[in-house]
């Protein structure tokens, strides 16, 4: 299973820990970065890259770190076709994967330790969908929501290859409204 992984500097050492976890237990790696800890980094900058090849399925799932995972979530949910969530315990870890289809754990870096997070991940990683109806209707439904979204933004005549939905926004307001 190919795994992408992610953190800005809050997340660093957890990253690095996991990235080494991840190897000895066989499994390839595509790291989005950081490469290094910098005070100054912004997590959008490595999240929102690895949430689109999540969603455009260049690797089977993602894990994305910060200080508190709560801005890698935020992000990462940004992008249509993730299903991102901030997990801390073992129990959303797999029930987030079997009725959710959860494709991306986001992290705290600053809340979880280097044990838990590993067992997250593994319980993360081990977890399948379980294709239950009742899950597959509620799965449509976001899906509707995300349709619904592009819509309004194909509506404003904002870009379509924008990478995030804030970058179409920005470029409408810069651009003026067309109406």
């Not at 995972?69 to 994967?97: D, M, W, Y």
């Not at 979880?112 to 899950?135: C, E, M, P, Q, Y």
């Not at 920005?170 to 651009?175: G, K, M, P, S």
């Amino acid at each position: 299973m190919l795994i992408g992984i992610a953190a800005d500097h809050g997340g660093y050492e957890l990253k690095a820990h996991l990235v080494k976890m991840l190897r000895e237990a066989g499994y390839e790696l595509i790291d989005f970065g950081d490469r290094v800890p910098d005070a100054g980094d912004d997590y959008p900058d490595f999240i929102v890259p690895l949430a689109h090849a999540v969603a455009g399925e260049e690797v089977a799932r993602g894990v994305a770190i910060c200080g508190s995972g709560v801005g890698a979530s935020v992000a990462a949910n940004k992008v249509p076709g993730v299903r991102a969530c901030l997990i801390h315990e073992t129990f959303s870890a797999h029930q987030g994967v079997e009725d959710d289809d959860l494709n991306m754990i986001c992290l705290g870096g600053q809340v979880v330790g280097h044990a838990l997070a590993w067992d997250l991940v593994r319980t993360f990683l081990a977890a399948r969908f379980s294709g239950a109806d009742r899950h597959r209707r509620r799965l449509e439904k976001v899906t509707g929501l995300e349709q619904k979204a592009v819509e309004v933004f194909h509506a404003m005549d904002a870009p379509i290859h924008a990478q995030t939905v804030g970058e179409a926004v920005d470029a409408w307001r810069n651009e003026g409204d067309p109406n």
